[in-house]
């Protein structure tokens, strides 16, 4: 059976060129990076250049770079070291959006929960932040803003250089979730304005388990792991070299893809959008039109046409092959519809009808109509046209 992956906002495959840079990692170079011998420098020089790489992509200097386990990590680090430094938990604020990861909303929950004030700003119905909503929150106990750079369902990209602006002029400092727009379109943190990035190797060829937070130089925040001085005291724990040197090499090949990888991606994802809505006249595509990730298309069954069971849909591609997820893979596998489609407005049924297919820079026109195919196949025995 032909197989076609569609979910590369959950994963990646790894690049066999990434996964050669790696290698003499786990062999001969095998050194501790903090061991003052040949080894251990020979390993310190490759991080500290992956380093260089990671730091340089994003417009960062070297030393505002600091490697994690991964974006789960780096949103984490953000939320509780920025909290943590402010002290005085009762009079501190997060002001964050209804439609992040849960890498940021279960964080700002349990910070809920011992005192501080979460206000979580709400979208529209394309998934768009109105900074404005956001300023109205921007008061003197605000410790944190963070807004996710591109949403990973949806894939709506929100006014970030607007947000991080406004919260520079209130001294407020800026967070913002990039692990799906970093290596697929362009991401500057000085064009940005922002103060604190996340982002992580595995959505871009790169492999799992490492990630990176950026931090501006001068910005106060709480180390997360304690007990050696690793990343300049900030993360303690022996650093994975490998993963680092696989990381940049990930970013290498960004640096020289993304802007033809976009340009064909986008292409294809038209495709996918126009055969889709050929064939089935009760679909709504979420999202933003233009200010999208190039990769990402999301489409619903609207329930007041036609009652499709979203999880069927998925079961039935996979039948068929076709790998795609009802949301973020992060929580696929409960049966909670959606909390973006939710903010967007979507009603419940419609949100469990719902399908991301995520394109990847292996994905090929045939691969859409084979998908659009398998779609109609499965449609017709997972849903029912609703008669009004
Ligand atoms: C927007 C966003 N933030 C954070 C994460 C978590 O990243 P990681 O899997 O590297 O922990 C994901 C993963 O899906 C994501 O899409």
């Known amino acids: 059976m032909k197989q076609v992956y569609l979910d590369h906002c959950a994963t990646t495959p790894i690049d066999h060129r990434v996964v050669e840079a790696m290698i003499p990692y786990y062999s001969g170079d095998y050194g501790n990076a903090s061991s003052i011998h040949g080894y ?8 500290e250049e992956s380093r260089e790489q990671i730091a340089q992509f994003i417009g960062a200097k070297y030393d505002e770079l600091f490697f994690t386990s991964g974006g789960t990590e780096s949103d984490n680090h953000a939320v509780y070291g920025i909290a943590r430094v402010r002290g005085d ?4 604020k997060i002001v964050t959006t209804a439609i992040e990861h849960h890498a ?5 929950e349990s910070l809920h929960k011992e005192g501080i004030i979460a206000k979580l700003v709400k ?22 803003v963070s807004v996710v750079h591109a949403n990973n369902e949806v894939g709506t990209i929100q006014p970030l250089k607007e947000i991080a602006s406004m919260c520079r002029d209130r001294g407020v400092v800026c967070h913002t979730d990039a692990v799906q727009s970093v290596g697929k379109i362009s991401v500057n943190v000085q064009e940005l304005g922002i103060d604190l990035l996340s982002m992580s190797a595995h959505k871009i060829y790169g492999p799992k388990g490492i990630g990176a937070i950026y931090i501006k130089k001068g910005t106060k925040i709480e180390s997360f792991m304690k007990g050696g001085s690793q990343e300049s005291n900030r993360r303690a724990g022996t650093e994975n070299v490998p993963l680092a ?73 996979d039948l068929h092959g076709v790998a795609v997820t009802s949301g973020s893979a992060c929580t696929s596998g409960s049966l909670e519809p959606s909390h973006v489609l939710l903010a967007m407005g979507r009603d419940e049924l419609t949100a469990r009808a719902t399908i991301r297919f995520s394109l990847g820079r292996g994905t090929t026109e045939e691969e859409i109509n084979y998908t659009v195919d398998a779609l109609k196949e499965v449609v017709e025995r997972a849903g029912k046209t609703r008669k009004n």
């Open 40 to 47: 251990g420098r020979k390993a310190r020089r490759a991080l």
């Open 89 to 92: 938990k009762r009079t501190s």
């Open 104 to 108: 940021i909303l279960d964080p700002v």
């Open 123 to 144: 979208v529209d119905r394309d998934g768009m932040v109105d900074p404005d909503d956001i300023n109205r929150e921007l008061d003197d106990d605000v410790s944190l």
């Open 245 to 317: 040197v696989g990381f940049a090499k990930a970013i290498e090949l960004c640096s020289r893809l993304m802007e033809e990888d976009g340009v064909r991606i986008l292409r294809l994802k038209q495709l996918l959008r126009q055969r889709i809505a050929e064939q089935f006249e009760e679909v709504i595509f979420n999202g933003h039109d233009t200010k999208c990730l190039p990769q990402i298309l999301n489409v619903s069954f609207d329930s007041t046409k036609r009652l499709v069971d979203g999880e069927a849909l998925i079961m039935g591609l």
